[in-house]
């Protein structure tokens, strides 16, 4: 007589992934930065789709290694990782909890609808006929920051420095 | 979803994914080049950051041109294993780094032109192409933010960093004619809806130059000499030695992995 085998239910493969830590930036699960796309099984194989937040990070493999150590442990034996690009990934999937974390952090969340279209930034201010965009530090809450650089530590982040406590920080651009 | 493939002969297809990812992968690796060399550390980042973006979009590019060519190559067979005639980068992505403002010079007339192409790809009747467009064109609004802030300060900066900026665009002119050349691979993506007219892409590149250049108080050269060749696997001297340096793992300890 064969064993019965059960397989894990969708949600609690969800509740599983909640629990991975992204690997740089570890206060957030891959579930609160949007990047698990789908979860379904074929048959008895389970499918996890995820997507790269940037085309180039180093994380990304990483990633994967810790999503089939994770649900390994949790005795899933047929499983398959699919990567998906389509539609891209953007921080507007990065969730209100997921935000939550990463300013408790020490990582200013990300201003949805922020992200860079390509238009000149001297012709984009003109034409929004503003300045900076206000971004609160995430230690002292000022709003009197200025940008170091569009890049920072990760492909995800900018460097941002507060004007007020004097701190540098990350800003977790939007894309 | 399949991949909605127009009809378009492979080889045609096969060439336009080598010369998208040949330029990202060897802009990239010259990019890379100064990690660890850059003026300042946010400026070193970013570079490393911009790199980055473009190895990744190399993997996405080389990757499809391997599908399409269907004898098992993968994207690090085609960047590891082909020799200088058979890449197709343009010949502007394989100008030598120079001084900083060179290469923010490089950076800003590739990257005005790569983020049109990007964005009229992602209109492309392959939807392959399409999806790859619509990520990496998300990344390259980013290159093309940083680039043509740093070309105006440093244009419209000292007089010494006016006159390298001047002087990296002078040097790097004749190399940028050749994006918008067609030729008989181009025709046929045109025609099958891939890909656009490369010269359609020319008057509002040049619109962006002209504005990015007037801020920065730099002449665009009048001349409209052309050097080409990189798209057909004709290159300057220099390809070979990036190549001794990118490959030289892989043809020493074929098959090495980490």
Redesign the interface.
Known sequence: MSAVRTLPAIEEVWSWLAEVPDPEIPVISLVDLGIIRDVAYEGETLVVTVTPTYSGCPATSIINLDIEQALRDHGVEALRLERRISPPWTTDWISAEGREKLRAYGIAPPIDGTAADGRLIQRARRLAGAADLSIACPRCGSTRTERVSQFGSTPCKASYRCAECLEPFDYFKCI | MGALEASVDRASLFEFALRMGDNTLILGHRVSEWCGHSPVL??D??LA??A??????T??WLGLGGEIEGKGRTADSLAYLRDAAAFRNLLLVERPNGDFGQTLMRQFLFDAWH?DML?ALERSAD?RV???A?????????H???S??LV?RLGDGTDESHRRMQAALDDLWPYTGEMFLADAVDAAMAEAGIAPDPASLKPHWQA?IG??MG?ATLTVPDSGYSHKGGKRGVHTEHLGYILADLQFLQRAYPGAKW
Do not use: C
């Open positions: 946010e400026e980042i970013a950051n911009t980055l973006d473009l190895i990744g979009q993997q996405m983020l964005k939807s399409a999806e790859i619509a990520k990496a064109g998300r990344e390259v609004a980013y093309l933010e940083r043509s802030d105006i962006v504005e990015v801020e």
